[in-house]
């Protein structure tokens, strides 16, 4: 990912700000990938122009295969089995906050426009095995391509917060 691919993708999380927002779920081992044979459906640009200006880049993260910044100001929260990074506005608050995770994905080596319609099911596929519910689209940031979906969820907190958790999930080199 060159430099302006990287900020997009930036952006494009920052566009959830007073969201939590993982990039990634779980890679299901039994849906399977069908060739690519026709273009996938109109993929619009999630890129938002009017986001604040990203933060100093992190050393390579995910054994040097994702390079990312976080935004001016915001810290970056201690390690976690749980995610790659995250991204909090206020150390001391939870929300809003960009979560990156990422494993190994066998379905699919890279999520294109002309498999994007298989991804989408696959995903929707996944979504309702689990008893989800949400509408996946496709999505583009910079040159990457994937779904976006929505969840609504209640944190365990003593005031029952309810949050949107955004997703932008695709997949590079074999990795969701």
Same mark, same amino acid.
């Given at each position: 990912?060159?430099?302006?691919?990287?900020?997009?993708?930036?952006?494009?999380?920052?566009?959830?700000?007073?969201?939590?927002?993982?990039?990634?779920?779980?890679?299901?081992?039994?849906?399977?990938?069908?060739?690519?044979?026709?273009?996938?459906?109109?993929?619009?640009?999630?890129?938002?122009?009017?986001?604040?200006?990203?933060?100093?880049?992190?050393?390579?993260?995910?054994?040097?295969?994702?390079?990312?910044?976080?935004?001016?100001?915001?810290?970056?929260?201690?390690?976690?089995?749980?995610?790659?990074?995250?991204?909090?506005?206020?150390?001391?608050?939870?929300?809003?906050?960009?979560?990156?995770?990422?494993?190994?994905?066998?379905?699919?080596?890279?999520?294109?426009?002309?498999?994007?319609?298989?991804?989408? &099911?696959?995903?929707?596929?996944?979504?309702?095995?689990?008893?989800?519910?949400? $509408? /996946? @689209?496709? +999505? %583009?940031?910079?040159?990457?391509?994937?779904?976006?979906?929505?969840?609504?969820?209640?944190? &365990?907190?003593?005031?029952?917060?309810?949050?949107?958790?955004?997703?932008?999930? $695709? /997949? @590079?080199? +074999? %990795?969701?």
């Amino acid at each position: 990912m060159n430099m302006m691919q990287r900020s997009r993708w930036i952006v494009f999380l920052m566009a959830a700000v007073g969201l939590w927002v993982p990039a990634t779920g779980g890679c299901s081992k039994s849906a399977q990938e069908k060739p690519e044979a026709a273009a996938g459906p109109s993929v619009p640009d999630l890129a938002q122009p009017d986001m604040p200006p990203l933060g100093d880049y992190l050393p390579l993260l995910d054994e040097g295969r994702l390079e990312m910044a976080p935004p001016k100001a915001w810290a970056v929260a201690p390690r976690s089995p749980k995610f790659i990074v995250r991204f909090q506005s206020d150390p001391s608050a939870p929300y809003p906050s960009v979560v990156v995770t990422a494993e190994d994905c066998e379905q699919f080596r890279d999520v294109t426009e002309k498999n994007i319609s298989q991804y989408l &099911k696959f995903i929707a596929a996944e979504m309702e095995a689990a008893g989800r519910s949400g $509408t /996946v @689209r496709p +999505g %583009r940031i910079g040159q990457m391509v994937g779904v976006v979906y929505q969840r609504r969820v209640k944190v &365990k907190d003593s005031m029952g917060t309810i949050l949107d958790q955004l997703y932008f999930d $695709t /997949v @590079r080199g +074999g %990795r969701r």
